[in-house]
């Protein structure tokens, strides 16, 4: 029996302060002050390399991460990126956040729903959670299994926020399958969260590529 995640990592970048080249002036210190935070939070090295853990470099890598030309200078553009709602997990980090559960090695998984929202009714939050859970399995040979008592391998949490519920709950679990971040403004694992209409919203090729790779296709494609 294992935790793989606890879902509520939704956030605002608030509080980030420092020296980090400027391309224009203008930047507020708050602003310095919030970059840095990013990119401390966000991009993480284990290396002993020199400047590995220059915040110079750090933005370099988030500049590769967001297709932007890699500068190492703030920017304006840069500066609005980090302030967007995204998700906690880190974009770089060179140790893995589960170090010995890649991925679920059960054709079934179970999954319990620990803590609800006060923005959504609780039928609501299962009906999400269930949709969620179908939009990865569809895709795969793994069901989930919901259970009302004890530890299921997925334990899941709602905070309190105005984003896309639907589309963050997708996020996360696409994480507690095995799944890091993605480079592809398209994917629902793209590190920030869009507010876009649940309804019409899909997994992207990108994220069904990245899911067959770590657990093969579906025997039979479900709609
Ligand atoms: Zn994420």
Known sequence: MQLALLWAVCLLSGHLALPLPPEAGGMSELQWEQAQHYLKRFYLHDSKEKDANSLEFKLKEMQKFFGLPVTGRLNAHIVEIMQKPRCGVPDVAEYSLFPKRQKWTSRIVTYRILSYTSDLKPAV???????????????????????????????????????????????????????????????????????????????????????????????????
């Open 125 to 223: 939050v299962d009906q999400i959670v269930a949709k969620a859970l179908s939009m990865w399995s569809r895709h795969i040979p793994l069901r989930f299994k919901r259970v009302r008592m004890g530890t299921a391998d997925i334990m899941i949490g709602f905070a309190r926020g105005g984003i896309n519920f639907l589309y963050a709950a997708t996020h996360e679990l696409g994480h507690s399958l095995g799944l890091g971040h993605s480079s592809d403004p398209r994917a629902v694992m793209y590190p920030t969260y869009r507010t876009e209409d649940s309804q019409s919203f899909r997994l992207a090729q990108d994220d069904i590529e990245g899911i067959q790779k770590l657990y093969g296709r579906s025997y039979f494609r479900r709609r």
